[in-house]
Nanobody
Framework: QVHLAESGGGLVQAGGSLKVSCAAA????????MAWFRQAPGKEREFVAG??????????ADSVKGRFTISGENAKKTDTMYLQMNSLTPGDTGVYYC??????????????????????WGRGTQVTVSS
């Protein structure tokens, strides 16, 4: 079982930046595909960015390309995944979820961006962008 925990959400003005983090205690992500999703009020949960931990390959939703950066930090016992968000707009408001897939192999983009691909989810962290 993997217990993911997000942190770093908050309130920021449009045009500002925010960085959210995801970690699992005493757990490394080397055998997982990792991703960030978000869910705005009244909308479906959507893919934001993904990273294949070993190798560092990344993929982004078109809506965040050039503004958001997904990255990871390797540690002896606990790895941490980050999402650096710049040039934020009110449209970026939502609950941001960390997700992990135990299917480590490379998969098509359509699979990588699908919620059903991920086995483990955090509880989410709220990001609110004011206009």
């Amino acid at each position: 079982q993997v217990h993911l925990a997000e942190s770093g959400g908050g309130l920021v003005q449009a045009g500002g930046s925010l960085k959210v983090s995801c970690a699992a205690a005493e757990r490394t992500f080397s055998d997982y595909n990792m991703a960030w999703f978000r869910q705005a009020p009244g909308k479906e949960r959507e893919f934001v960015a993904g990273i294949r931990w070993s190798g560092g390959n990344t993929h982004y939703a078109d809506s965040v390309k050039g503004r958001f950066t997904i990255s990871g930090e390797n540690a002896k016992k606990t790895d941490t995944m980050y999402l650096q968000m710049n040039s934020l707009t009110p449209g970026d408001t939502g609950v941001y979820y960390c997700a992990a897939s135990a299917t480590f192999r490379a998969v098509p983009i359509a699979v990588l961006t699908s919620k059903s691909f991920y086995n483990y989810w955090g509880r989410g962290t709220q990001v609110t962008v004011s206009s």
